[in-house]
């Protein structure tokens, strides 16, 4: 039987373990990415390690999201990851060069390889052929010592497209379809692998849309072939030395076969407040809007841009209406400057903003309240728009800017003349310039770590203990994000490397009490339903909840990035044996574990439900290695012990 292209690249990675589908396996690692918000707790834990350099083939600091600045916090941050990235051996892109994502998969990306991104969007650059997935930054911080990352051998899932898209539709409207198929819980523990006929019309930026937002369906990756198209990028790029032809085996046989026939598609929109709510945008065409926002590292390309553009072109963004764009990396932007495009969007009214993540993650650009926004970025959960009550819907750069012109939710087919569009395609040369970036140096003697005020240590864990005996403080539903454990927005994101300052905002929206009733509880239990963690890969809603002394989430299901952030940090994942057990416990019920150590190593955990008098069987969806990280307190002590 032939091999899927993400069989094959694992199977060229793997150090440890055997890749049968749920096994834990550990592979090596080419290529690490951070940025800032999750970078400086990445690199805290790198130093801990005390390796004098990082031993990945490239790794690299992006300045994305923290670019605000609205007091010394933000630059501290960057003065700190760039003397990080100095001392360490990494690349370092500097603020304005860009979102993470997108200038990696334009300028760093190589099919075939393997990437770590302590983002949970880092699939982005599966559209080159390479395995990139999201994960901790601790997890980040081995991996750039050298270390195996482990998962759990995926599923692989073929995607199997054909036809064209038709004038209108977008590779948005790709994963959207997907996302209203399978939902956002849809694509646990599988690899998204993409063949077929229609790919041969999909460039690299729009295979780039669906591979980021493959992160929305919970997908452990996605994966797109390096083929001819990949060619024309990488020689566009001018890194046609760095491509290799990369495709699946003819005759694959893949644990599951999806078709998607892109002439049947039309254009689509996710409605508030999660990504998998999708309808179509004709259908909507009622609803009034106050804000639209084009950019993020989904939809924010020089295509994506032009083709906004060309719909605003010659006229004026509604009165009604604010829009803001954001080009995807410096890259895009000097480019869309030199060839006309932004002075047609300056022209309609937008609001040009830097090459930053921005209003994706509430950086600025927050709606008026009860605020309708029509975005193009990836997720819409409640309040990350950094408005509470606003309502964010998402589509593509076509829907976005014909919205803008009509103040209504609409399909660019009714409006638009859509054939300049057709014209748009990915320019067959790309202004290089990499002067944003800079590269590691041998001679680091000498180099000092800068550290402002807001840098404060990483907490540590201690080891686990023999009885746990706590409340339940809080008792939640379905698809929790770590947006709603760990809110992130332009006030709370400058306190990552914070830990204390940050634990204060712990599920402020669902619970505004929660850090207090948390100090007041000394130690506490989480209780979650399905898909409990999902989203960012941000570990502060592991670490900051350690911090408060939270010891175990129990939860119906737990998302694979958080939950290899609870096991680093040394919370007790669990999971219910029996899902109707969720119903036997309620906020504040006083829960036992005892004889937990000898417990664990059974990965079955019986807690027992003090005030109902019920004892509650859960399971321990974790390896042998992870029993010993959790028993340890965690990641740091765990590699401490080992070196002892
Ligand atoms: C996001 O889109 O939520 C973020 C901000 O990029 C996060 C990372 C973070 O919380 O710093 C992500 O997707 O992992
Ligand atoms: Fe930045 Fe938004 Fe992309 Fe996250 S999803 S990396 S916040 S642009």
């Known amino acids: 039987m032939g091999e899927s292209l993400t069989k094959k690249i694992l199977n060229s990675h793997i150090i440890e373990g055997e890749l049968l589908e749920g096994k834990e396996i ?3 690692i080419d290529q690490t990415l ?55 051996g990494l690349y370092f892109s500097r603020p ?74 977008a590779s948005k409207d790709i ?73 699946p085996d003819e005759d694959t046989e893949y644990d599951e076969v999806i078709h998607v026939d892109l002439n049947e598609l039309e254009p689509m929109i996710s409605k ?94 927050a709606p008026n309240s009860g605020g309708i926004s029509v975005r193009t970025s990836n997720r819409n959960f409640v309040g990350r728009s950094g408005t509470a009550d606003a ?8 829907v976005a800017a014909a919205t803008a012109i009509t103040g209504y939710i609409t399909d660019p087919r009714l409006v638009a003349d859509l054939d300049p569009l057709k014209g748009i395609e990915e320019p067959s040369e790309f202004i290089i310039d990499d002067r944003m970036v800079i590269q590691p140096d041998d001679n680091v003697n000498g180099v000092e770590i800068k550290r402002g005020p807001n840098i404060k240590p990483m907490p540590v864990n201690s080891e686990l203990e023999e009885e746990i005996k706590s409340k339940v403080i809080l008792k939640l539903g379905d698809n ?13 994101l400058p306190l990552r490397s914070n830990v204390p300052a940050i634990s204060e905002y712990v599920f402020k929206g669902i619970d505004a009490q929660f850090a207090k009733r948390a100090k007041e509880f000394g130690t506490s239990i989480i209780v979650g339903g399905e898909n409990y963690g999902q989203g960012s890969s941000r570990e502060h809603a592991a670490l900051a909840p350690m911090y408060l002394g939270v010891k175990v989430v129990l939860a119906k299901s737990i998302s694979r990035i958080h939950n290899d952030n609870l096991i680093n940090y040394g919370i007790l994942p669990l999971n219910f044996e029996n899902k109707e057990d969720y119903k036997v416990i309620n906020q504040d019920d006083l829960l036992m574990i005892d004889n937990i150590k000898e417990q664990i190593k059974e990965k079955k955990v019986i ?38």
Request: glycine residues 10%; proline residues 4%.
């Open 272 to 365: 508030p407040h999660m990504p998998d709510k999708v309808a179509k945008v004709k259908d909507l065409s009622h609803i009034k809007v106050n804000q639209v926002f084009i950019g993020s590292c989904t939809n924010a390309s020089y295509s994506d841009i032009a083709k906004a553009a060309a719909i605003l072109e010659g006229k004026s963004v509604h009165p009604d209406v604010s829009l803001s764009v954001a080009p995807g990396s410096k890259q895009v932007f000097e480019m869309i400057a030199r060839d006309g495009i932004l002075q047609k969007l300056i022209s309609s009214g937008a609001r040009i903003l830097e090459s930053a993540c921005g209003p994706c993650v509430g950086i600025g650009q």
């Open 96 to 169: 304005g060069n860009g979102i993470c994502h997108s200038v990696h998969y334009e300028r760093f990306a190589i099919p075939g390889k393997t990437l770590l991104g302590s983002d949970s969007h880092t699939p982005t650059s599966g559209a080159i052929g390479m395995l990139a997935m999201g994960a901790g930054g601790m997890s980040v911080a081995m991996a750039m010592a050298g270390e195996p990352f482990y998962l759990k051998a995926p599923k692989v899932v073929n995607v199997y497209l054909t036809g064209e898209l038709k004038p209108g539709a």
């Open 391 to 398: 309502q964010v819907y998402l589509a593509s750069p076509e």
């Open 26 to 28: 550990g592979i090596k």
């Open 34 to 88: 951070t940025q800032d918000a999750t970078g400086t707790m990445a690199y805290l834990a790198f130093e801990a390690l005390e390796i004098p350099k990082v031993k990945t083939e490239l790794s690299i600091s992006y300045i994305d999201h923290n670019t605000l600045q609205t007091d010394f916090k933000n630059f501290d941050d960057h003065l700190f990851l760039q003397s990080s990235a100095e001392k360490f």
């Open 175 to 247: 994963i959207l379809e997907l996302l209203r198929r399978l939902s956002v819980k849809g694509g646990l523990g599988k690899v998204f692998e993409y063949t077929g006929p229609g790919l041969k019309n999909l460039s690299i930026p729009q295979r780039a849309t669906i591979a980021n937002m493959g992160a929305e369906l919970g997908a452990t990756t996605s994966i797109f072939p390096s083929d001819n198209v990949t060619y024309k990028f990488m020689k566009s790029q001018g890194r046609e030395d760095q491509w290799i032809e990369l495709l």
């Open 480 to 492: 929790i994000t770590t947006d709603d454990i760990m809110p992130a927005g332009a006030k709370v």
């Open 607 to 644: 807690v027992e439900n003090l005030t109902k008098g019920i004892k509650i069987k859960t399971v321990l969806n974790i390896s042998e290695r992870q029993m010993d990280v959790i028993i340890a307190g965690g990641q740091l002590n765990y590699v401490r012990n080992k070196h002892k």
